[in-house]
């Protein structure tokens, strides 16, 4: 059984617990013992949406509610999750059930960003709202620092239709052609037309095939700019 070295997470992370059952929890997965971190999980997910809607409301004094929204979830999503866990090895740390160590769950983006949450939760726990807010940011700090132009984190029927609207011109519309493809691997063939153009997408949803139409449309327009 692998020995785990918590004070070197500890400084890797920058805090250190003055109940380090707290860290060890975080990242222990359910699969590893019923001293999971699911409850955590849960705080933690609720701590993070608040801290960074917090930091966004106070750092874009201007900004609508939509891009708010945009630039929050960018922050908050899974896989830049799991990033940050990466980029701190929690692979190392993470506690999981034998099976979950043979199927590469110390991979696992689920997991790793689940583990994520979980320590925000444990450090407000172990001290208080102000000290995790700091941890948090910090923790943050290059996604922060790294977040795209806001037109950038729209979709591309959003920043399709705002094209549009801001030249008077009417909206998109999207026409399902055709299905195809095994249940398990259906295809969706969508049309989009505009007021002078026309194109068709597929992809593995409606909704993705729409997206992709969408950015075709879009790219012709913004070249013709």
Request: proline fraction near 4%; charged fraction near 25%; aromatic fraction near 8%.
């Amino acid at each position: 059984m692998r020995k785990t070295d918590w004070a070197a997470l500890e400084r890797k992370i920058g805090y250190r617990f003055t109940r380090p059952a707290l860290l060890k929890q975080a990242l222990t997965h359910r699969s590893h013992s019923a001293q999971h971190n699911e409850r955590l999980e849960f705080l933690g997910d609720a701590l993070l949406e608040t801290i960074i809607s917090n930091y966004l409301y106070h750092k874009h004094p201007k900004a609508p509610e939509g891009d708010l929204t945009r630039m929050r979830a960018a922050l908050v999503k899974g896989s830049k999750l799991a990033s940050i866990a990466k980029s701190l090895h929690f692979g190392d740390y993470l506690q999981l059930g034998s099976g979950e160590l043979k199927s590469g769950g110390t991979r696992r983006e689920g997991i790793l960003a689940d583990a994520v949450e979980a320590l925000i939760a444990a450090v407000y726990l172990d001290s208080d709202f102000s000290r995790c807010e700091s941890f948090t940011l910090a923790l943050f700090s290059e996604a922060l620092a790294s977040l795209p132009d806001i037109d950038a984190l729209k979709d591309p029927k959003t920043r399709l239709q705002e094209y549009l609207q801001g030249h008077n011109f009417p909206l998109p519309i999207y026409r399902p052609i055709s299905e195809s493809g095994p249940d398990h691997a259906r295809i969706f063939t969508i049309e989009a037309q505009t007021h002078d153009r026309h194109t068709t997408a597929s992809a593995s949803s409606l909704k993705k095939a729409e997206q992709a139409a969408a950015e075709i449309l879009l790219s012709h327009y913004l070249d013709k700019a």
